[in-house]
């Protein structure tokens, strides 16, 4: 987000001066009721929450698109839990863990605060609220959910096609109760290093590349699947459906407007939604330019446009912009997306080369565009340094490996994290589930 977030710590960093008026209303050109900004900045939570919302379908669609038809039924299994178990746990843990308020155990590193976030009181008046001048407390925890929600997304696809769902799942618990929320404690909930003074928006480091550094890790954990790279050759697998994943493109796209503009924090001036419809503009025209850069790119390299790299590359796109989605110009914006698409084509075979398997481009996207967006933002804001950038990129990068790659052998050596060979030929619908999602395709 714009600023360190939850209420009271994300108010004190929102001016709202002179929000005292006439019970008549507010007198044009004045600054609204308390009343009105406390509405407006739920409202923005809230719609902004239900676009980040639908980015799960956009996973989903996208991963179920890009897996081959044997295991979709997996995927959107681990789609629908993922999100469930984060909703679950984000509340028992998450929440406070990642906006301990200035209560920390360890200051700026440790929140002192663990235990379940609790919402304001049914039909909660203004003198009684949370943060009255700020928002309700039930829209900022539904927004902040969504974002740790999506972190898990991210490691899905990566891992695709060859891991058990249960150890999934409990990677899943970790990754949005303590890994996602501790990381952005030290940033968006006002720890050492957004004291450092770094700058990341809406989370291209703080979510996209956490997701990417989590399934990257695992990725080499787990290993490719079988058959993918044999006697020194990459053997492409292509996907089962690119109509669902174009669809997943255009959803997670969607999204991104509540991702990137719902981070403003704030609708209750003509300043602060100016500034959301110029986030929406700017998130959108990043996108276009990751989409064709990636489009025109692949023409070149490959003789023939690529679908796949085209809807990667607007998803760098809009990663690339997601660390200041602000300031850029029209024109500043489409370059910073035209080059997180150009990352990604070159990417994707640079992988290839060092044999880590990622079944859906995760990791150029959310994790090396991530690290690149963030790394822009210097170049229009004005207040950002390349030495603070790179020291949270480093901090936050280093913390999530460790951390994960603790959590993935823990259970590589429990109960084991892939399937077997006869399995992962089969497929993980009829292995792991016992159901197809094309059954008829598949009896012939």
Not at 66 to 76: A, D, G, H, I, W
Not at 407 to 427: A, P, Q
Request: charged share 10%.
């Amino acid at each position: 987000m714009k600023t360190l977030t939850k209420l009271g710590l994300a108010a004190a960093m929102i001016a709202a001066p002179s929000l005292g008026l006439a019970q008549d209303g507010p007198v044009p050109g004045t600054n609204p009721s308390t009343d009105t900004v406390f509405i407006l900045n739920s409202l923005l939570f809230l719609v902004g929450g239900f676009l980040v919302f639908f980015m799960a379908c956009g996973f989903a669609m996208l991963e179920a698109g890009l897996v081959r038809s044997k295991n979709v039924t997996m995927q959107l299994t681990k789609n629908v839990a993922l999100f469930g178990l984060a909703s679950i746990f984000y509340y028992l843990i998450g929440y406070n863990l990642m906006y301990p308020l200035g209560t920390w155990s360890i200051e700026g590193v440790l929140s002192g605060v663990w235990g379940p976030g609790v919402l304001e009181a049914v039909g909660v008046t203004a003198d009684a609220a949370d943060d009255y001048g700020y928002a309700s407390t039930g829209s900022d925890f539904f927004f902040q959910l969504m974002f740790c929600a999506a972190t898990a997304s991210i490691v899905s696809g990566t891992l695709a096609e060859r891991i058990k769902l249960w150890p999934f799942l409990i990677f899943t618990i970790i990754l949005t109760s303590i890994i996602y929320p501790l990381t952005a404690s030290w940033t968006w909930g006002g720890g050492f290093i957004s004291e450092a003074g770094f700058s990341d928006f809406a989370g291209s480091t703080i979510v996209h590349s956490v997701g990417g550094w989590a399934a990257l890790t695992g990725a080499i954990i787990l290993g490719p699947r079988l058959g993918k790279f044999k006697d020194g050759k990459v053997h492409p697998m292509p996907g089962s459906n690119l109509s669902l994943a174009t669809l997943g493109t255009f959803i997670l796209w969607l999204g991104w407007f509540g991702f990137n503009g719902g981070s403003q924090l704030a609708m209750g001036s003509v300043g602060d939604v100016a500034d959301v419809s110029r986030i929406f503009s700017n998130t959108n025209t990043a996108a276009a330019g990751g989409a064709v850069a990636a489009l025109i790119l692949s023409q070149i390299l490959y003789k023939k446009p690529d679908l796949t790299m085209v809807l990667n590359g607007a998803l760098a796109g809009l990663v690339s912009i997601t660390a200041e989605p602000l300031a850029p110009s029209l024109g500043g914006a489409t370059i910073i997306g035209a080059i997180g698409g150009i990352i990604v084509v070159l990417t994707v075979p640079m992988l290839d080369k060092l044999k880590i398997d990622d079944v859906v481009g995760a990791i150029p996207v959310h994790l090396i565009c991530g690290i690149w967006g963030t790394i822009a933002v210097v170049f229009s804001n004005g207040d950002a340094s390349l030495g603070t950038q790179i020291y949270g990129i480093i901090v936050i990068g280093g913390a999530t490996v460790v951390m994960s790659a603790i959590v993935w052998f823990i259970l590589k050596m429990v109960m084991g994290i892939r399937v077997s060979e006869e399995d992962e030929i089969n497929g993980l619908d009829t292995a792991e589930l016992g159901m197809e999602a094309y059954p008829e395709f598949a009896k012939g």
